[in-house]
């Protein structure tokens, strides 16, 4: 997550969940997931959010040499402040550190044969895992395993700085697509101060953000 602008306006984004009609959580599923992207833990930074209790950081830096090490970093920060830490892709890596869950890339919900989920359904029960997938559109919702995916992050939603060429899907698409399907659904892409007021009564679950501007 790039911290370049000032703090105060991320935590107000960060303080608009309060204000959100989310749809029913029997899950107590979190109302904001933060996705980190970076190749180092700041913590120094991160300690300026007021980030709520039971929050998610979703946590991706693919790139990273030190990945296993920046991650352990995230979740110790995220013990100490109440958060969930969910690692994308490698459910190893979240197996060692005992991270609290999962998120799969839209690419293996495109390509089921990538996991194994007997085994997968074995590790979510034993563990208690948090298990989220990526979707860009109602065709890749519709290949979601319901029984095992607790949320769906669905992007991009607005105009976003990260893909300003995608085509992004608008509040109506989401709000039909959230009536459609039964999983809960998360609103991702171009989040930030001005957005999120038109996801008020979309019957989210919750949002997700990168930059917050």
């Known amino acids: 997550?790039?911290?370049?602008?000032?703090?105060?306006?991320?935590?107000?984004?960060?303080?608009?969940?309060?204000?959100?009609?989310?749809?029913?959580?029997?899950?107590k599923l979190p109302k904001i997931i933060i996705?980190?992207?970076?190749?180092?833990?700041?913590?120094?930074?991160?300690?300026?959010?007021?980030?709520?209790?039971?929050?998610?950081?979703?946590?991706?830096?693919?790139?990273?040499?030190s990945r296993k090490k920046v991650a352990?970093?995230?979740?110790?920060f995220c013990k100490i402040k109440g958060l969930k830490l969910l690692i994308s892709?490698?459910?190893?890596?979240?197996?060692?550190?005992?991270?609290?869950?999962i998120h799969l890339p839209e690419y293996m919900i495109n390509d089921q044969s990538k996991i194994n989920w007997k085994n997968f359904k074995a590790w979510k029960t034993k563990l208690k895992w948090m298990v989220t997938a990526a979707a860009h559109n109602k065709k890749t919702l519709y290949k979601v395993p319901g029984h095992i995916i607790d949320a769906v992050l669905l992007s991009p939603i607005f105009l976003t700085k990260?893909?300003?060429?995608?085509?992004?899907?608008?509040?109506?698409?989401?709000?039909?697509?959230?009536h459609e399907i039964k999983i809960p659904i998360?609103?991702?892409?171009?989040?930030?101060l001005k957005t999120v007021q038109y996801l008020k009564k979309s019957g989210i679950t919750g949002f997700a953000f990168k930059r917050g501007f």
């Open 1 to 27: 997550m790039e911290l370049n602008y000032p703090h105060t306006d991320i935590n107000k984004l960060l303080n608009f969940s309060n204000k959100l009609q989310l749809k029913d959580n029997k899950k």
């Open 89 to 101: 892709s490698d459910v190893r890596m979240a197996r060692e550190i005992n991270a609290n869950g």
């Open 35 to 65: 996705i980190f992207d970076e190749k180092e833990f700041i913590e120094k930074k991160f300690e300026l959010l007021k980030i709520p209790r039971g929050s998610a950081i979703l946590f991706r830096s693919y790139d990273t040499k």
């Open 162 to 178: 990260s893909h300003p060429k995608q085509i992004h899907l608008g509040v109506s698409k989401l709000i039909k697509m959230v």
């Open 72 to 76: 352990k970093e995230v979740l110790k």
């Open 186 to 192: 998360y609103a991702l892409g171009g989040i930030n």
